[in-house]
């Protein structure tokens, strides 16, 4: 292979094929182009169909690429489109673990086969791969094709360092055991003690037999060969956690990656139609809002959202739901009570989806029931929303003890994985709305709000520092000589 001479460093972006990846990774790929890179990125074919089939006929996708809107003001971002190894058709939700599993299989080849692709024919050269860190063939492929490794990590630091330290779990009997333990977790590097009930729902399963496990011990073995770790977060609010981390490896946290004017990206990533909720909240006084979502992929039992559609009536508050179809189940059509839009009329809206950062941006929002995802947890800070936490699967047991535990910018909505009742929902909505407890974490939620956006401040916040730095360090990795592409 030619020598890399070129100074414009190129590189292919991956985001996990979920909306919770995708949103972050479309912020990254345009902050770098920004900063002068050549940015490839890729969705598959599933993802890139739900994102334009969901837009309005006005919408900024232009034919195939949904950062036409971007280009027009002279980014270099390509799009390219990927076979996930299932049809259009095939339900990745209904069907996760036989999506996982052949996935994990066919995926790789697929990956490839399009960056060999774009290292012969792209100017200028391709010099970078970025990709999620849940994708377990990175460093294969960036060692095959001569490529600087760069692993994107979409959650929080407290996260990545349980996954990274999986094997100190297995050895203290907290991960992988017949009966894992159940005492406090004290000995993981940067992390203060930590209880098992707050690890990722995947650590606290005893099958690790899974799909979802093989893709966990392949991916946070493959992360350690990474030579950068971006992370979505920022260093103040994780400063011990971090901290560990860069003693590992170079790792930045360049957090929180918002589309530029944060309520309106020119970049479409919903997978679904959005409805317009601005002119119901307009009617509504300032802060008397409750906007309720539990993300888009996560499910619920149908008895917790009955309980909590009963809460949400006896509370009295005005809210802004956000139902999907599929919440509970595919199987399941009904899954309010009956009767009960008529009963919430004027006081409640129940939509399919919406665009979140447009409604918890607005004045008339004043707190969130969330699954606690991470990027709606980032948001909420930005909008300086306190939360209800209702955490459903995965990282968002964890991200529930930054929220409640640590931050203190929120509260559970039910203690103790207590069965969920309708009055405890309600004391709970109104507790947030108002009163002491919404006073206190109205003011730790303003705190934290001031440390994300002077993380951002240009030239001296600290993430836009790290960031400055990591592209930095980029150009210089790239023009180092790292051998010829093997394989081709």
Not at 54 to 75: C, E, M, W, Y
Not at 113 to 131: D, F, K, Y
């Amino acid at each position: 292979m030619e020598k890399k001479s070129h100074t414009k460093p190129h590189a292919v972006v991956f985001p996990y094929p979920f909306q919770g990846h995708v949103i972050p990774s479309v912020h990254l790929a345009v902050k770098l182009a920004s900063k002068g890179f050549t940015i490839t990125f890729v969705n598959t074919h599933f993802i890139h169909h739900q994102i334009t089939k969901s837009q309005p006929n006005d919408s900024t996708i232009d034919g195939d690429n949904i950062f036409a809107g971007v280009r027009k003001s002279g980014l270099d971002i390509r799009y390219a489109i990927i076979n996930d190894g299932f049809p259009l058709g095939f339900d990745r939700s209904l069907n996760h673990d036989q999506f996982s599993e052949r996935f994990l299989r066919v995926f790789p080849a697929h990956v490839d086969e399009l960056v060999g692709n774009i290292v012969l024919h792209s100017h200028p050269p391709l010099t970078c791969l970025i990709a999620d860190t849940f994708f377990t063939w990175s460093s294969m492929i960036a060692s095959k094709y001569n490529l600087v490794n760069i692993s994107f990590w979409t959650e929080p630091a407290l996260v990545l360092a349980l996954y990274y330290h999986l094997d100190l779990l297995m050895e203290n009997g907290h991960f992988a055991s017949h009966d894992n333990r159940k005492d406090t977790i004290h000995y993981i590097p940067g992390v203060p003690a930590i209880e098992p009930k707050d690890l990722m729902s995947y650590l606290q399963a005893t099958d690790t037999s899974t799909p979802e496990h093989k893709i966990i011990f392949k991916a946070f073995a493959d992360v350690k060969r990474a030579d950068f770790i971006l992370i979505n977060t920022v260093h103040e609010l994780e400063p011990t956690t971090i901290s560990a981390l860069q003693e590992k490896q170079p790792t930045y946290a360049i957090g929180p990656i918002f589309p530029s004017g944060f309520a309106k990206s020119v970049v479409s990533t919903s997978l679904w139609s959005e409805s317009d909720c601005n002119q119901w909240l307009s009617s509504k006084p300032h802060g008397s809002v409750l906007y309720v979502s539990f993300g888009s992929f996560a499910h619920a039992c149908k008895k917790d959202i009955e309980e909590i559609a009963q809460g949400l009536l006896v509370s009295k508050v005005s809210f802004i739901w956000v139902l999907r179809p599929n919440i509970v189940s595919y199987d399941e059509s009904e899954i309010l009570p009956v009767g009960y839009e008529d009963e919430i009329k004027g006081r409640g809206l129940i939509v399919p989806w919406c665009s979140q950062i447009e409604v918890i941006s607005h004045p008339a929002i004043g707190g969130f029931i969330t699954h606690c995802g991470w990027n709606s947890i980032l948001e909420s800070i930005w909008c300086g929303i306190p939360l209800l936490a209702y955490p459903l699967l995965t990282d968002q047991f964890t991200n529930r003890k930054l929220v409640v535990d640590d931050w203190k910018i929120g509260a559970n909505l039910v203690d103790d994985k207590k069965p969920i009742t309708r009055q405890e929902v309600a004391d709970k909505i109104s507790r947030l709305m108002e009163g002491k407890s919404n006073d206190e974490m109205k003011k730790n939620i303003k705190k934290a709000r001031q440390t994300l956006q002077s993380a951002l401040a240009a030239g001296d916040g600290p993430s836009d520092k790290m960031f400055g730095e990591f592209v930095r360090e980029v150009n210089i990795k790239i023009q180092k000589p790292r051998g010829g592409v093997r394989g081709i």
